[in-house]
């Protein structure tokens, strides 16, 4: 029984399967993905968008390949960026079989649309030899005809029967390594479908709401409907569709994680919307304040609360705390404790050095804790570590 059963969420079993380096499903930590949208073609402007993403945290990325020059400039981006990159490929096998063999660690394809056997054949043996997975990607706006017939419209039967038929060309081909997405633009629609599917198969799921919009109206769509999945135990892997700076993708999908305590990156700013009892300006100080702090990976938690009324309860939950205080006396907590007061200093400069203070006081404890347990493995000789 948990310290808080209110807060468990019990993840849909799935089986695991790895793009490149990095595992996706079983009990791997959800990532975050997202995609590039650049030219593939200019492989400079591309790998800096990649390593602007690598930054953000993204874990894996896709990037689409439309032509045979961009499979070619593929095979020079790929040894450019540390993260397992998948290669879009849609309708053409032929761009499958080149992306496997230009280095991408998983093809975006669905084998129901590339024509014949012999062509899924082709496909599955390129991604066997090269090492790739593969992600069956179906969107309600591009459903195969004949079940558009069937059901007369986008639907969660429809979606997951697509789904479930691109999957079993797969495994006749003796090929399991694929995750599989069900997207919708509309929320409602994305969910069901995905949580059919997650009943009708063990495959890992990649979660999405497709064409949400922009920031802020894909942010909410975004929040509600992969919020609920992943509060359901269901998603292994997540992509925030917006029209925006993809790097904004990676701090939404991030925050949509944190918010559920799946996975931690970064700071979680806890702070409140500020009134009349105000002792400082909390908007503005947050604001910069959040700016400030984007260079920390470090997972820790700072409340900054405008005045005592929440300041001092909010506190005793966090690594920094910030209470404002009459007279211009304000409260600084650490660890959830009095820790001391702070009059004429720049408020936002104190606080981002008590942050990266915590944040470089939790790295080296956890250096010491990998120290010591590589320790123990090696003190406890070969066949302990077999
Ligand atoms: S914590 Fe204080 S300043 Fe912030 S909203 Fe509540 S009463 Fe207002």
């Not at 992306?99 to 082709?122: M, T, Y």
């Not at 503005?284 to 405008?306: D, N």
Request: charged share 25%; aromatic share 4%; glycine share 8%.
């Amino acid at each position: 029984m948990s310290v808080r059963p209110y807060r468990d969420i019990h993840r849909r079993q799935s089986r695991q399967i790895h793009v490149g380096n990095v595992p996706v499903g079983g009990d791997a930590p959800i990532t975050v993905q997202s995609m590039t949208n650049t030219d593939c073609e200019d492989v400079q402007g591309t790998v800096e968008q990649i390593k602007r993403l690598e930054d953000a945290g993204c874990d894996i990325v896709r990037v689409s390949c439309p032509s045979e020059e961009s499979t070619q400039a593929l095979a020079q981006i790929v040894p450019q960026v540390d993260i397992p990159i998948v290669a879009d490929i849609h309708f053409h096998y032929k761009r499958a079989i080149e992306a496997a063999q230009a280095g991408a660690s998983c093809l975006r394809i669905n084998p129901g649309n590339i024509g014949s056997r012999a062509r899924v054949q082709e496909v599955v043996k390129a991604a066997k030899d090269y090492g790739c997975s593969m992600r069956i990607g179906v969107n309600a706006g591009s459903l195969e005809r004949d079940i558009l017939e069937k059901y007369g419209e986008p639907c969660p039967d429809a979606m997951v029967e697509s789904a479930l038929t691109h999957a079993r060309i797969l495994e006749e081909e003796d090929f399991y390594e694929f995750k599989i997405s069900c997207k919708a633009s509309d929320v409602f629609l994305a969910v069901a479908a995905y949580m059919q599917l997650a009943d009708a198969c063990d495959y890992p799921l990649h979660i999405g709401i497709t064409e949400a919009g922009g920031q802020r109206s894909g942010t909410i769509k975004s929040s509600i409907g992969l919020g609920n999945l992943l509060w359901a135990g269901i998603g292994d892997t997540v992509r925030v569709s917006l029209s925006c700076d993809p790097v904004e993708e990676i701090k939404v999908g991030y925050e949509i994680l944190k918010s559920l305590g799946l996975r931690h990156r970064g700071v979680n700013v806890v702070s409140c919307p500020s009134c009349a009892r105000q002792q400082f300006d909390v908007i503005e100080t947050v604001r910069t304040l959040e700016e400030r702090l984007e260079h920390i990976s470090t997972p820790l938690t700072v409340s900054v609360i405008g005045c005592v009324v929440n300041g001092p309860g909010e506190a005793t939950l966090t690594d920094v705390g910030f209470t404002g205080g009459g007279r211009g006396t304000h409260q600084v907590y650490v660890n959830g404790l009095p820790s001391h007061r702070l009059k004429d200093e720049d408020i936002v400069d104190h606080l981002v050095k008590q942050v990266e203070a915590k944040a470089a006081e939790i790295e080296a404890q956890k250096d010491t804790q990998r120290k010591a347990e590589a320790e123990d493995t090696a003190s406890a000789g070969p066949a302990a570590a077999e």
